[in-house]
């Protein structure tokens, strides 16, 4: 089955497909890609640093031929630079070539999307990253098979096997009050509803939990901290024996991981650092909780505020060249976000992985609605084409259950893009949320660099305005 084309048919009808489509052995039914990424990273995982070096290089010179070739942006910009894909013949030499920015290929998606690919092929994936600057790139379906793959097998190392059910506390799901769960049988899920985890609803989550007895909790830390102070104020600790917490898409800080075992004791957490562009990979250690470049996902650097590459134990910015997405391809691509590099080697596993001692990716950050709900900013992401005319925007909360939502827009900005954006956003925000869209001209970026889809005024008990 085609994605594009399933993408087409009715939510019932994908239901239906979905279900269908899960009696396919696991293995076929995730594709040749998956099957392919799977075989490369058990072969590889273990070579020595000249091995990955010599890998990465081909790799890079393969990447950065197509685009030269293929891709009129890249072509153009390298020609001003003075660069061409025959200069690079050592890793080293990447440096030389020209960044990419978010802005850069959002105004020009056309010409950085490769002129080799069918456009039936392409995918369309948007995501405001950490930054609310809303972003459009394509990807193909072997970029989703793969994904996956890198995922389930950092996932594996904890002890996560292929076929064990997982409970979802993400964004995906919305639900309502009276309708806290679903369960897809495609990759056996239980999807829980974080918009509706609060007192009302808890013994309702702890329910079907325990009815359903899901092996795995994949979450937001921010979801997870939440339904842990429940647990917590419920004298419920230990009820519910989760054997991995696979806890992504924010920071996970230390005061939480301290709630979140207090609450689910014989649970071991597993975190990692990644992004919808798929171009950094960084997934913890499974013996010592560090957290590892992954070498064949994407090529790596740290730069600091000149743009050179930083000493260990110094932060800088991620920059990333993907190996993989022959859509639109990122080379050299500014994430934006913050990073400490550690040592270049694990010497708990073995792996000759560049190690990160910290990552400051995407916030925690909360609405809080009129009747008490907490709506994470990670689950207002949107993939779709709804902020495409939209250059930045922000979220600001003085008051429960009244968000302003300012936007910068850009010069095909419409009345037609007000009223999609307030419909798609209050799907997720719910009826007890008043949503004002402002318009502004310019959003200030703080001197610390690192920007805040919400600026929250009220107290706030969990997230980034909770931090111990």
């Known amino acids: 089955m085609k994605i594009t084309l399933y993408r087409t048919f009715p939510p019932h009808i994908q239901k239906f497909v979905r279900a269908l489509y899960s009696l396919v052995p696991f293995q076929l039914r995730m594709g040749r890609g998956y099957r392919q990424t799977m075989k490369l990273i058990r072969a590889q995982e273990f070579w020595n640093r000249k091995q990955i070096k010599e890998w990465q290089l081909a790799n890079l010179k393969k990447i950065v031929s197509y685009a030269f070739e293929s891709v009129p942006g890249y072509r ?29 290929l959002r105004d020009n998606l056309r010409e950085f999307t490769s002129d080799r690919i069918p456009k039936w092929k392409l995918l369309y994936r948007t995501t405001g990253g950490s930054t609310g600057i809303p972003f459009g790139f394509n990807i193909l379906q072997a970029d989703i098979e793969r994904e996956a793959a890198f995922l389930h097998n950092a996932w594996a190392r904890a002890g996560w096997q292929r076929g064990e059910m997982s409970a979802l506390l993400r964004g995906a799901f919305v639900g309502s009050e009276k309708e806290i769960w679903e369960y897809d049988p495609f990759l056996k899920d239980l999807r829980l509803s974080s918009y509706f985890l609060n007192a009302r609803t808890y013994s309702r989550f702890l329910e079907i939990l325990s009815l359903k007895k899901p092996v795995h909790l994949q979450a937001y830390p921010s979801a997870a901290t939440i339904f842990a102070d429940l647990v917590l104020r419920n004298n419920d600790a230990g009820k519910l024996r989760f054997k991995l917490l696979l806890l992504g898409s924010e920071n996970l800080y230390d005061w939480q991981k301290t709630k979140i075992m207090a609450a689910f004791p014989e649970s071991r957490i597993f975190s990692w650092y990644g992004h919808a562009e798929q171009v950094l990979f960084a997934p913890m250690c499974e013996h010592s909780g560090n957290l590892h470049l992954d070498p064949f996902y994407g090529f790596a650097e740290i730069l600091d505020r000149q743009d050179k590459e930083t000493e260990a134990g110094a932060t800088g910015e991620l920059v990333g060249t993907s190996f993989w997405n022959l859509a639109t391809p990122f080379i050299r691509y500014r994430t934006m976000d913050m990073a400490r590099k550690g040592a270049l080697e694990c010497s708990e596993c073995g792996r000759n992985y560049q190690l990160l001692s910290s990552i400051d990716g995407r916030l925690q950050e909360l609405i809080v609605t009129k009747s008490g709900r907490f709506i994470s900013m990670t689950a207002l992401n ?49 009826t007890d949320v008043d949503l004002e869209l402002a318009y502004v001209n310019k959003i200030e970026i703080p001197q610390s660099g690192k920007f805040r889809f919400l600026i929250q005024e009220l107290p706030v008990a969990y997230g980034d305005h909770a931090r111990h």
């Open 76 to 104: 153009q910009i390298y020609r001003e630079a003075g660069v061409s894909p025959s200069e690079l013949n050592t890793l080293e030499d990447i440096r030389h070539f020209p960044f990419v920015s978010k802005e850069l």
């Open 382 to 430: 949107m993939h779709s084409n709804v902020f495409d005319n939209v250059k930045q925007f922000q979220f600001r909360q003085t008051q429960a259950g009244k968000v302003t939502f300012n936007i910068v827009k850009n010069i095909n900005y419409s009345n037609h893009d007000a009223e999609n954006i307030r419909k798609e956003l209050l799907k997720k925000l719910g």
